[in-house]
């Protein structure tokens, strides 16, 4: 099946430091989306991307969909601890519903 | 709470015995789409639903597991004779209409465990 490549699968940050990190696959894709997930809750949408080379930002959060369509990176501003969590990157092909999901990214923020 | 709900949050079941998962879809949404996730893994696609039909079971194992979602009521997914590894986490998503361009939004999830 299709796979997802996400990177880096952890990081430990300081409160206030800047976050990056990236998906990639293997096939083309229409639609990526990212997602958090908190400890014992469902993933939460955080940014849709729906067109190549399209940079999106939802208050310290912003996303790119990449030119090739095959990956598509988040960044998180300034970091706070409610940003702990696990970053999913979804992606969806032309008519799907099924969401293919990322292993995930594992953030931790140091105080 | 409009959101999706799933219950029970957690349920514990003894190998063989039958599991029920319940999931009400956001108010005004009729498709449902039932996902596995694994201890440090992502989400799985098992099944999606439309009001009393399945669409697509692709990702839902052949045997012992089956899911509705009837005119009245919850879907449900059911999982027949459970062995160890159907412990996991199972959620649930509903949409207003399918399509990669119309969010899914997540219940909080079963979390399912077998003696």
């Known amino acids: 099946g299709q796979q997802l490549n996400q990177s880096p699968q952890s990081m430990f940050i300081q409160e206030g430091e800047d976050v990056s990190m990236n998906c990639t696959s293997s096939?083309?894709?229409?639609?990526w989306l990212w997602y958090k997930q908190d400890p014992g809750e469902g993933p939460v949408l955080l940014i849709a991307?729906?067109?190549?080379?399209e940079l999106t930002s939802n208050g310290r959060l912003t996303a790119q969909f990449g030119i090739t369509r095959k990956d598509s990176f988040l960044n998180i501003s300034a970091s706070i601890p409610s940003d702990v969590g696990i970053y999913f990157c979804?992606?969806?092909?032309?008519?799907?519903?099924?969401?293919?999901f990322g292993k995930g990214t594992k953030l931790s923020v140091i105080p | 709470n409009a959101g999706v709900m799933q219950n029970p949050r957690h349920l514990v079941r003894r190998r063989g015995q039958e599991a029920r998962l319940r999931c009400s879809p956001m108010?005004?949404?009729?498709?449902v789409y039932w996902y596995r996730q694994l201890p440090e893994e992502g989400l799985k696609f098992m099944v999606y639903?439309?009001?009393?039909?399945?669409?697509?079971e692709s990702g839902m194992p052949k045997e012992r597991f089956s899911a509705e979602f009837p005119k009245e009521g919850p879907s449900i997914l059911r999982i027949q004779q459970v062995v160890r590894g159907d412990s996991a986490a199972y959620f649930c998503?509903?949409?207003?209409?399918?399509?990669?361009?119309?969010?899914?939004?997540f219940g909080d999830g079963t979390r399912l465990s077998i003696l």
């Open positions: 998503a509903s949409s207003p209409i399918p399509g990669a361009n119309q969010p899914q939004h």
């Open positions: 096939s083309i894709f229409n639609t």
């Open positions: 991307l729906y067109k190549a080379g």
């Open positions: 979804n992606v969806s092909g032309a008519g799907s519903y099924q969401l293919t």
């Open positions: 108010k005004g949404h009729s498709h």
């Open positions: 639903l439309q009001k009393e039909n399945i669409i697509d």
